[in-house]
């Protein structure tokens, strides 16, 4: 990936990485470190994500709303704990106390899950990505005039 957007940005063209991750804790934290771990392999690969664009799309509060996605109280790791509890090891990270703090103010502590199966379930994922490659071409097509 990083080779072909090094290839790409030689040729003159802004490189975009779409991501779409999780409504939860561990999904936005890897929003957070996503460019600090591409940029580790920097060197390694001669190039560097310094004017890359990352696109978080998908999974967000406004996504959830507006495709009507049921709320479930969920914040159990994959070792079966919960990131709730003061004596999970994550517990005081940043990353936990943000969306703890945030889903305060929101949905307290729940994971969106489809609320029935629609004849077309991926229609509205599809409908966000290409929403998310609009918006950059948008974005790339009005600072290149």
Same mark, same amino acid.
């Given at each position: 990936?990083?080779?072909?957007?090094?290839?790409?940005?030689?040729?003159?063209? $802004?490189?975009?990485?779409?991501?779409?991750?999780?409504?939860?804790? #561990?999904?936005?934290?890897?929003?957070?470190?996503?460019? /600090?771990?591409?940029?580790?392999?920097?060197?390694?690969?001669?190039?560097?994500?310094?004017?890359?664009?990352?696109?978080?799309?998908?999974?967000?509060?406004?996504?959830?709303?507006?495709?009507?996605?049921?709320?479930?109280?969920?914040?159990?790791?994959?070792?079966?704990?919960?990131?709730?509890?003061?004596?999970?090891?994550?517990?005081?990270?940043?990353?936990? $106390?943000?969306?703890?703090?945030?889903?305060?103010?929101?949905?307290?502590?729940?994971?969106?899950? /489809?609320?029935?199966?629609?004849?077309?379930? &991926? /229609?509205? #994922?599809? $409908?966000?990505?290409?929403?998310?490659? &609009?918006? $950059?071409?948008?974005?790339?097509?009005? /600072?290149?005039?």
């Amino acid at each position: 990936m990083m080779r072909r957007f090094k290839m790409w940005e030689a040729r003159g063209k $802004q490189c975009v990485l779409l991501y779409c991750g999780d409504h939860d804790a #561990g999904g936005l934290r890897i929003s957070e470190f996503l460019r /600090s771990n591409i940029a580790g392999l920097a060197i390694a690969v001669g190039w560097t994500p310094d004017n890359l664009i990352i696109d978080r799309f998908g999974l967000d509060y406004d996504f959830i709303e507006a495709n009507n996605l049921t709320w479930i109280d969920n914040l159990e790791t994959s070792s079966g704990k919960n990131l709730a509890d003061p004596k999970h090891p994550d517990y005081s990270k940043p990353y936990v $106390q943000n969306y703890l703090s945030a889903s305060a103010h929101g949905r307290s502590r729940q994971t969106p899950w /489809s609320r029935a199966p629609e004849p077309d379930a &991926n /229609s509205s #994922g599809k $409908q966000s990505c290409a929403s998310s490659r &609009n918006r $950059q071409s948008a974005t790339t097509a009005a /600072s290149s005039t």
